[in-house]
Each structure stands twice: as structure tokens, then as C-alpha cells.
């Protein structure tokens, strides 16, 4: 079975300070990782996915996600924060793209000036 | 293009009764999913659809029941309502099954509260 593990429900930082934001994960064969965005009243946005390939993996909005499979982690990360990546973010996984995602409960995040 | 369209957009509904929420791929998909998220968690994987089939069914009582249309709309029901099925519901859309480059697109939910 797969799961995911977001580590922190809230996330604080300032504006103009490095986001990171923490995810595990677990499957018994090679995973698809996901990372979505969730403004207030709004669905879910993709900001990034590892299928195959590179490890690290470039999405929107200057976020960057690294696959680390030692580690079974898949956390996101962002140089510099802005007031406008305050949301709620989750990770997910999937054991292969046209599958069902398996999300964590999900990491606010709160940027502050 | 229009994103994926979800209505109604609100929904309030007593315990017991059945509730049809729906939902429009983006065009040109044919693969439709339904999440479940409670306030304060991650979404609930439902049922996935694909080509009108059937492809995927999460852990939810037989309460909940789904179909896809000839023109890939779906609906999902939820009969006997329960105060615990307030909650967000999510409808994604993706071009094919299968696809590791392929993207599951969300539309904007539907929120039902159950009294």
C-alpha cells in the first residue's frame, strides 16, 4: 500500500526567506510523485511531478522538488518566499501516472512581511 | 480552454437524503476522477472513470455511486446522507490512462454540507 507522510501542518516563514516543505512517502514499486496547491476556495493546482528521470524536478512559481529514493522523500522547496505562496500545499502519490493519487493531510503555509 | 467544470457550486442537504453533484472534463479528456476532502485533511480518492468504465474504486461505503456520459461528463451520487459527508468534493480530468507525462487537472469542487 501506499502513503504519504507530510511532516508539519503549518509552515511559517517570511517573505524573502527559503520555503521548504516535507514529504515521505511510501510504495512498494517506483513512485509517481506529486506536489498541488491549494488556494482558499479554489481546487487544486499541479506545481510539480517526478515520473522517471531527473531527481530534481522544476515546477511553477520557482518551486523545486528533489526525489530522493534513500531518503523516500520528495520535499518542495523555494528560495525565496512571496506573500502570494501563502496556501496549503499537498504531496501525493501514485504507483504509476494513471493511477489514483494517495495524498498527505496537507502543509499550510503562512508568509508573513 | 475552459479548466474542468464542477456544479453546483454549494450544496446544503439534510441527513438521509441523495445528493448528484457533477462534473465537465477539460475537452478532449476522457478519464474522470472523484476526491473527497474534509476540511482539515488531504482529498479522498472515490472513483475513477475512464471511457465510461469503471477503472478504480476507493474505500467508500456503497452509498456513493458514479457513471460517465457518452460525452465524458460525469455525476457522482451520494445516497442516505450522513453529517459526515460534508466535505469538499474534487473532480479531476486527464487525456488518457496510463501516460507517466500525463496530469491530473482539478476543477474548483463542490461543497455539500449535511445537517
Known amino acids: 500500500a501506499q502513503s504519504v507522510t507530510q511532516l508539519g501542518s503549518h509552515v511559517s516563514v517570511s517573505e524573502g526567506a527559503l520555503v521548504l516543505l516535507r514529504c515521505n512517502y511510501s510504495?512498494?514499486?517506483?513512485?509517481?510523485l506529486f506536489w498541488y496547491v491549494q488556494y482558499p476556495n479554489q481546487g487544486l493546482q499541479l506545481l510539480l511531478k517526478y515520473t522517471t528521470g531527473a531527481t530534481l524536478v522544476k515546477g511553477i512559481n520557482g518551486f523545486e522538488a528533489e526525489f530522493k529514493k534513500s531518503e523516500t522523500s520528495f520535499h518542495l522547496t523555494k528560495p525565496s518566499a512571496h506573500m502570494s505562496d501563502a496556501a496549503e500545499y499537498f504531496c501525493?502519490?501514485?504507483?504509476?501516472?494513471?493511477?489514483?493519487?494517495?495524498f498527505g493531510k496537507g502543509t499550510t503555509l503562512s508568509v508573513s512581511s | 480552454d475552459a479548466g474542468v467544470t464542477q456544479s453546483p457550486t454549494h450544496l446544503i442537504k439534510t441527513r438521509g437524503q441523495q445528493v448528484t453533484l457533477r462534473c465537465s472534463p477539460i475537452?478532449?479528456?476522457?478519464?474522470v476522477s472523484w476526491y473527497q476532502q474534509v476540511l482539515g485533511q488531504g482529498p479522498q480518492f472515490i472513483f475513477q472513470y475512464y471511457e465510461k468504465e469503471e477503472r478504480g474504486r476507493g474505500n467508500f461505503p456503497d452509498r456513493f455511486s458514479a457513471r460517465q456520459f457518452p460525452n465524458y461528463s460525469s455525476e457522482l451520487n451520494v445516497n442516505a446522507l450522513l453529517l459526515g459527508d460534508s466535505a469538499l468534493y474534487l473532480c479531476?480530468?486527464?487525456?488518457?490512462?496510463?501516460?507517466?507525462?500525463?496530469?491530473?487537472?482539478f476543477g474548483p469542487g463542490t461543497r455539500l454540507t449535511v445537517l
Open positions: 510504495s512498494s514499486v517506483p513512485p509517481y
Open positions: 479531476a480530468s486527464r487525456s488518457a490512462q496510463g501516460d507517466p507525462t500525463d496530469t491530473q487537472y
Open positions: 501525493a502519490v501514485s504507483a504509476w501516472a494513471g493511477t489514483a493519487l494517495i
Open positions: 475537452s478532449g479528456h476522457k478519464s
